[in-house]
């Protein structure tokens, strides 16, 4: 009995130490968060055996994949920004060659949300641990086929929201009161009789950032490809980052 | 062995006024068996540390930090569970590249009894998981999916019964609903059962026929909703028999366990540590072979 007396003491002793965890005490049942910090030395046989995986997974993080000639900055445009530009461009070029193979049918627009460009691009070499920061999330494309109805329900949201989501493959003039002066898709008007092909994340169909006009689509079409995935493969694509800040959705 | 009623029977203190009175606990350490309950949840492939320069949790979490504690708290009771209530997979790089190998060698190495599955542990789909599957020398317990047509089935348990110190202690998992959640090519046939029947059928197992001593409930279904969706709370209210539910998905950081009434008028204790690995959540319970007879016990406060 006398070790489960000294287990029970060095308990209480641990207990105080950490009292950066709050806890309940009790005679009979005791709790505490302890938390996890530069205080307790790692495991040097843990660490050890960490080691050659997370050398791997840096190396193949950091090799680059493209150039990227000017750096890139999420708040460097009105209604349309490079890094914007180049994730919906992105999609585009990605999915639809998919979309095409599985439906024979060709994405006629992209639209994703500015809140979902999570860090910017400096300029320099582009690698895989670009993709991660600029794509942390797991999120898919997906493709909504949309009535001509929603399309345009889909400008009131953007008159509203007055923010540079990203958008490809779709024209959209403003005043400077943020209304639709002029939008077309293919290079023609929209057309409420028509469909459309209308590719975006799997977050932003389900509802995301309040993009309700994605839900319930005339039909859905799953190209089971992630977001970040698309970027990775396009930066291994492309020797540089071509894509730029242009008058795809602006106001006059 | 007839089970203990110790929750119920606890004098209590909150946090520090608990020190002071110490000496005077008129509990006799040498009458009782000490059983420690440690547990994550939600680690999400966090491997490393986060940085120093981490905006959110500067210099918190990293495995090999958690193994030391771990092996700390094993020198000082080796009657310790260590438990993890889900959502191992998905969140750094080292989960996209590995598959999730490394999470679960680290957590065999770190000798985890028991996990349950959380929505993000089918990201991989169910094949993805079951090539994983030979990398953990610990159980999948998961009582509320029926895998019956997938390649998981008898790769986990409904329920497991650990003895320590002649103390049983049974375990049961609970699973969220995953539809809506992950994508059905995900997880495939998996059933989703009620996780509010399915831990009363649990919990009568465990205490009628397996006799159990504590019964705990790893839960991946989210501490409290506005909703009426399912939770913890909601489970802990509606069920008897549970004395401690290890909880997930929501990331609630609580500094010590909720208290709730169970559907019989006990208490049952609902924590859970956040995410990330940035805490290790700790449990001592202090059972008494002696203090079955005592019914007048007072409430447990926090």
Redesign the interface.
């Known amino acids: 009995m006398n070790t489960f007396r000294l287990s029970f003491y060095l308990t209480i002793t641990l207990f105080v130490l950490s009292c950066k965890g709050n806890s309940i005490e009790t005679a009979q049942i005791k709790a505490e968060r302890i938390p996890i910090d530069k205080s307790i030395n790692g495991d040097p046989e843990i660490e050890r055996f960490i080691a050659p995986y997370k050398k791997h997974l840096n190396k193949t993080l950091d090799s680059a994949l493209a150039y990227n000639p000017k750096s890139m900055l999420k708040s460097d445009g009105d209604l349309n920004t490079a890094i914007g530009n180049l994730m919906a461009d992105i999609v585009m070029e990605q999915a639809n060659p998919i979309l095409v193979k599985r439906t024979g049918k060709e994405i006629d627009m992209v639209l994703l949300n500015h809140g979902g460009i999570r860090s910017g691009l400096n300029q320099g070499n582009i690698t895989t641990r670009s993709a991660y920061a600029l794509m942390p999330f797991e999120n898919e494309i997906v493709v909504a086929e949309l009535s001509g109805e929603k399309i345009v329900e889909m400008l009131t949201y953007l008159e509203q929201a007055k923010t540079a989501h990203p958008v490809s493959g779709v024209r959209i003039e403003m005043d400077q009161n943020y209304k639709v002066t002029r939008a077309t898709i293919n290079g023609k008007k929209i057309d409420k009789e028509k469909t459309y092909f209308v590719a975006t994340s799997d977050y932003l169909q389900q509802g995301g950032d309040n993009m309700n006009f994605f839900k319930d689509p005339i039909a859905l079409h799953q190209v089971d490809y992630k977001l970040r995935n698309a970027i990775i493969d396009y930066f291994k694509k492309v020797d540089t980052l071509k894509v730029e800040k242009d008058d795809r959705f602006i106001r006059k | 062995m007839k089970r203990r009623n ?2 119920q ?8 006024i ?2 002071g009175g ?1 000496s005077s ?3 006799k ?2 009458n ?1 068996k ?1 059983i ?1 309950i440690l547990h994550t949840n939600d680690v999400h492939s966090h ?3 986060f940085g120093p320069e981490d905006s959110r949790n500067p ?11 771990i ?3 094993r020198n ?2 080796p009657n310790t569970l260590l438990l993890d209530a889900g959502d191992i997979f ?1 969140g750094t ?2 989960f996209n ?2 598959g999730g190998e ?1 999470e679960f ?2 957590m065999s ?2 000798k985890y009894d028991a996990a349950t599955l959380g929505n993000h542990d089918f ?1 991989n789909g169910i094949a993805g998981l079951y090539a994983q599957l030979p990398h953990a020398e610990f159980n999948f317990i998961s009582s509320n999916y029926d895998f019956k047509n997938t390649l998981l089935d008898g790769h986990t348990q409904k329920y497991k019964v650990f003895t320590k110190d002649g103390v049983k202690i049974g375990v049961f998992g609970l699973g969220i609903e995953l539809q809506g959640l992950v ?1 059905k ?1 995900l997880y495939k046939e998996t059933k989703y059962l009620d996780p509010i029947e399915t831990a009363q059928e649990m919990s009568s197992i465990l205490k009628k026929e397996k006799n159990c001593d504590l019964i705990i409930c790893l839960s991946h279904l989210g501490y409290e909703y506005s909703s009426d969706k399912v939770s913890d709370i909601k489970l802990a209210q509606a069920t008897a028999d549970i004395d401690l539910i290890i909880g997930g998905h929501t990331h609630t950081f ?4 909720r208290v709730e009434i169970n559907k019989s008028g006990k208490k049952v ?1 609902v ?1 859970q ?1 956040g995410c990330y ?12 072979d002696n203090n079955e007879n005592q019914t007048t016990g007072v409430s ?3």
Do not use: C, W
Request: positive net charge; aromatic residues 14%; hydrophobic residues 40%.
């Open positions: 110790f929750i029977q606890t004098s209590a203190a909150t946090a520090f608990g020190f110490l606990l008129s509990f350490p040498s009782k000490h420690t491997i490393e540390p210099n918190l979490g990293g495995v090999a930090r958690r193994a030391t504690l092996q700390r708290i000082e009771n998905q790089p080292y590249f590995y490394l060698k680290l190495k770190m990201d994508n090519s609580l500094d010590k366990p204790l924590n540590v690995g940035l805490y290790l959540g700790r449990i001592d319970f202090y059972l008494d447990l406060e926090v």
